[in-house]
């Protein structure tokens, strides 16, 4: 049954995406037609557009961002509206335009600039670490980066090892930097938005598979100052038994275990980060004071990973609490592979999260 | 697009997109002008190049390549992506190497006199006495800063010597609205700009006066007044980001660029690419200027590349180029005013190759006599010295005197001695510099650590440097 769910709901991301290609008509936001849902995409869309609008020092950067709308669509209809300007098509060069963008940043601009990947970073994460996170400190406060780098990390479909890593633990360890990690659309657009006006140098990681989704959006949600604080998670099921703490899109897949073990009695709080760096230490911590058991779950590779962290400070922090070892799912520990079969091996599924969760209440076999 | 028509002999294929372009050469021997596909300014209607990406986009509407002769028919072009190019049935390769390098522009002799025909800038006694003192300063600054390293006083130090022409004619020559990014062989530009001496020491001993706050190892000045971004370690990354800082100041409108250092070394980095290739697309007001000094530590220019140097790589990018002889700092003043002339007015990059040698060592963690002569060193040090040279010519106008050169000698050295002795002395930054500026506000994890170190350090005090003001 659970695998049925899993495939209808991949289908439904692949159908969102084809639907959105075939539709062809622009549509810069949603809930003109559906007043209280916002696909992801519309929300980064909506708070670029209501960001550049509000700031003209805001603009965007990179690979397929201006005449062709952006390689997941994400920046439609921005080019015709702001022109060549602030929407500025990039030669191939991660390192080129992070570079530039990082220049640009040291002189007062507010450039976001997408990565088509998280995965092509790494050819400019000399400037994202060394340039951007860096210089406020040692220029001793004189030069400021308020750059964000924004773009599609972690596992999306069939897609190979080169395009699949998440890189929420890599710039998460970096002193300098804010990441950021949204789930739904009120995430995607409150963080995007808090993100662009923040004046440090911001990671925003988006996922593939959750542009197409969508989610109930509030009214407020949709006023062009909205804004999530960076650092709080929010917990989006509260529970009593177990504390589930996830990101991005493992949140979902955490939401849905939620459910499944509700039904076996057990009563799971799930806890949506929000914000890699800062990580809201004390939110995990006074849910694991409550619950007194902790699973994490990302898609990362477990070495090093988010979870690792997320245990030493439960450990640090509320040892005595603590009524069972804390449970890590991560990603598996192997290059992404790419046969559909394998590949939904080496990533977290909802029941590995419900099979921890009950291993943590020590009711497995 | 009627008259193109009628001006071709053979039946043409119905070009399949509506768009008008100037009548191109046949030949193609120029590139015709492009519209700026940012539209800072007012172009004539542009030739295929301007469509360029719009084309890509149009789905369905693919260009056909068309083939005509002209009036005389003779030779024949074909349109591809990119412009009208005319073919040649003759295979032949471009050479690797032209017969005649490109000629540097200099402006003095080996002596210090003016070449006869040379044109240049002339300069006034109170600049040309100006730049004088402060090479002059400069070198004095670096002799006694290099000594103290090699006393253990310093931890580190990294010379200009040789180069004080190109540092201080170039700082001369610019406004002080550009934004300089240097790799870290410029200190002059600031020295120029009224960075004290006092502030080069209290950087390098890392104090808590002037505006370093201890965080940076030596000679990675910054000064955010002076427009002169903080040196940074990495090669080149300065590059890309002084593309970022010229669209910035395109942009805002302003009668300034963005001026970028790299040694013959840095060119060879991704980044150097990355940045010519996108300030060229981009129209960005940039001059590059390569310090080319013939060594990238221990490796030689023979090593870094096979090309002319780096003044030839200007044009495969589409960029104006020139080559100068940096130790002539007269040719260097009006190479880089006519340059930065050029980047301002008209909205584009510039790239400025200024040859010279390297008489220091890299830095004070290398000894250049393992992988080079000592002979070389010596002769470029006294028979080519950039200082000598201008200073004959100073002289020679009768605007300096050996007894000012003494006294002026004399009063640096006790200015630096003395700067070195109150930095070494000096309070260095307290506790609180080593947790701010990790971000705009000190977030509240950072708070919590300097409140436990604090705790720490009041309860194991014996443990604790006693030389940091808490």
């Known amino acids: 049954m659970l695998g049925i769910l899993r495939q209808r709901v991949a289908a439904k991301f692949n159908y969102a995406l084809n639907f959105e290609q075939g539709i062809g008509s622009v549509a810069l936001r949603a809930f003109s037609s559906s007043a209280n849902k916002m696909t992801v995409r519309d929300a980064i869309n909506s708070a670029l557009d209501e960001e550049m609008s509000a700031d003209p020092k805001v603009f965007m950067m990179g690979e397929e961002v201006g005449e062709y709308q952006g390689a997941y669509k994400i920046t439609k209809g921005l080019l015709d509206k702001y022109g060549p300007q602030r929407v500025v098509d990039t030669p191939i060069t991660e390192a080129g335009f992070t570079g530039i963008g990082v220049g640009a940043a040291y002189h007062g601009l507010r450039p976001v600039v997408e990565f088509m990947t998280f995965n092509f970073s790494m050819q400019a994460i000399d400037h994202i670490i060394n340039s951007a996170a860096k210089s406020n400190y040692m220029s001793s406060g004189q030069i400021s980066v308020p750059i964000v780098f924004r773009g599609p990390n972690g596992a999306a479909s069939g897609v190979g090892a080169q395009h699949s890593q998440c890189f929420a633990a890599w710039f998460g360890s970096c002193p300098g930097l804010k990441v950021l990690v949204p789930y739904s659309a009120e995430d995607a657009r409150g963080l995007l938005k808090a993100a662009i006006r923040d004046p440090d140098p911001v990671v925003f990681l988006e996922n593939e598979l959750l542009y197409g989704e969508s989610f109930p959006v509030s009214a407020e949600t949709l006023d062009s100052s909205f804004c999530v604080p960076i650092g709080k998670a929010k917990i989006e099921r509260e529970g009593k038994d177990v504390t589930i703490v996830a990101y991005s899109k493992m949140v979902g897949f955490s939401l849905q275990a939620a459910d499944i073990l509700a039904k076996e009695g057990i009563n799971a709080e799930v806890i949506n980060l929000r914000s890699i760096r800062p990580l809201d230490r004390s939110t995990i911590n006074t849910s694991v004071r409550k619950t007194n058991r902790i699973v994490t779950v990302e898609e990362g590779f477990p070495q090093h990973g988010v979870g690792a962290e997320i245990c030493a400070t439960v450990v640090e922090d509320s040892f005595e609490y603590l009524d069972a070892p804390v449970e890590r799912i991560a990603g598996a520990d192997v290059p992404t592979p790419y046969a559909a079969n394998i590949e939904r091996m080496a990533f977290p599924q909802v029941e590995d999260i419900v099979r921890a969760a009950k291993r943590a209440c020590y009711r497995s076999r | ?470």
Not at chain 2, 97 to 116: E, M, N, Q, S
Not at chain 2, 297 to 326: H, L, N
Not at chain 2, 365 to 383: A, C, F, N, P
């Open chain 2, 1 to 470: 697009m009627g008259s193109w028509f009628a001006r071709s002999r053979s039946i043409p294929y119905l070009l399949k997109r509506n768009i008008s372009f100037l009548h191109a050469n046949s030949s193609c021997k120029t590139l015709p002008p492009y519209k700026s596909p940012h539209g800072f300014r007012e172009r004539p209607p542009a030739s295929i190049l301007s469509f360029r990406r719009l084309e890509s986009a149009m789905v369905g509407k693919q260009a056909q390549a068309v083939a005509y002769t002209d009036d005389d028919g003779e030779s024949q072009s074909i349109e591809f992506p990119g412009g009208r190019v005319g073919f040649t049935t003759q295979m032949e390769f471009i050479s690797e190497a032209t017969d005649k390098r490109v000629p540097c522009y200099r402006v003095l002799d080996d002596d210090g006199f003016p070449i006869a025909g040379t044109r240049f800038d002339q300069l006034d006694e109170e600049t040309a006495v100006r730049m004088y003192k402060s090479m002059v300063s400069l070198q004095i600054m670096d002799t006694i800063f290099y000594e103290a390293q090699r006393q253990g006083r310093l931890s580190f130090y990294l010379t200009s010597t040789g180069e004080e022409a190109i540092n201080i004619a170039t700082a001369a020559a610019l406004s002080p609205d550009d934004i300089i990014l240097p790799q870290y062989r410029e200190p002059g530009i600031l020295l120029w700009r009224g960075f004290s001496i006092e502030e080069f020491a209290s950087q390098c001993f890392g104090t808590k006066d002037g505006h370093g706050k201890g965080r940076q190892m030596p000679i990675h000045y910054g000064s955010k007044d002076l427009n002169f971004i903080t040196v940074s370690s990495p090669i080149a990354t300065q590059l890309p980001q002084a593309a970022g800082v010229a669209y910035s100041l395109k942009m805002d409108g302003k009668e300034a660029c963005a001026v970028a250092f790299t040694g013959d070394g840095g060119t060879s980095e991704g980044d150097f690419h990355a940045a010519m290739n996108f300030a060229a697309v981009m129209e960005a007001p940039v001059l590059f200027i390569c310090r080319n000094n013939g060594w990238a530590i221990s490796t030689p220019v023979s090593e870094q590349f096979r090309s002319d140097g780096v003044v030839v790589k200007g044009q495969a990018y589409g960029i104006r180029s020139i080559r100068v002889d940096g130790n002539d700092a007269l040719a260097v003043y009006s190479a880089i005013r006519a340059a930065r002339m050029m980047v301002v007015r008209e909205q584009k990059p510039v790239l400025v190759e200024a040859l010279t040698y390297r008489v220091g060592h890299h830095s004070t963690s290398d000894d250049s006599t393992k992988y080079r002569s000592v002979k070389e060193i010596e002769q470029w040090k006294r028979s080519r010295n950039p200082m000598t040279r201008f200073r004959n010519w100073v002289q020679a106008n009768g605007w300096w005197s050996d007894q000012e050169e003494a006294e002026l000698r004399g009063t640096l050295r006790n200015q630096v001695l003395k700067a070195i002795q109150v930095a070494e002395k000096a309070e260095k930054p307290c506790l609180g510099d080593l947790f701010s500026d990790v971000y705009d506000k000190l977030p509240s994890n950072l708070q919590q650590q300097e409140k436990s170190l604090r705790q720490t350090i009041t309860r194991h005090k014996q443990d604790f440097p006693p030389d940091v003001p808490l």
